[in-house]
């Protein structure tokens, strides 16, 4: 399991009357009491609890301590902005890879402004090898009826293809867009983090 986010460690001393024992079940207690579940126990004062987005790992042991690590999930985003070293890597690794930062509004395929900096990258990976052609890969979550998503990823993808052959200089014949609509999700579609993750333009190497 991976997972990112908010993350605290702490050590708590364990007074010299008091043995784990009593302290872990004391712990099991509180967290069974406010309604944690419990994903691991190995029955000797090591556990893992979680309840919503947050993760609680307690060890209790007989050193004179116990730790306490607390991960809090934070949301999942797309604001982090493609690089042309990372695209490469992609396309050559598993042949397509997340434009990050590639901005459109809800329903419409107009890209908007703050997506330069991402196309430039974009364009600074196809200028810099010629012969490195690619499919401009649209994709949305499945809100919404099927037929209006794939038209609209569709459009988002010619529209990419278009702002990087007029504004940035790319050679068509490097480029072909492509509509996947919500065929191909990465996360959930059941929650806002999930469709936000499938709501992405990819590159596919040809």
Known sequence: ????????FVIYNIPDNITPPPITRNLVTAFKNAGYTFVMDNGNGHFIVHMGKTWIEENVTYGGNYSQHILIETQLTQEMVANAAALSTGLTGVGHIVVNGILFD????DVKPESAAALQEVAKLLKG?????????????????LAANIDLSK?????????LTTQYGVAAAQLQSFGAGPYSPVASNHSEDGRALNRRVELVEQ
Do not use: C, F, I, W
């Not at 399991?1 to 605290?8: I, N």
């Not at 090898?129 to 009826?145: A, E, I, Q, R, S």
């Open 1 to 8: 399991m991976h997972l990112e986010g908010e993350y605290h």
């Open 106 to 109: 809800t329903g419409k395929a």
């Open 129 to 145: 090898n010629g012969k490195l052609k690619v499919y401009v890969v649209g994709h949305t979550d499945n809100v919404g009826v």
């Open 155 to 163: 459009r988002r993808a010619a529209a990419v293809v278009l702002s």
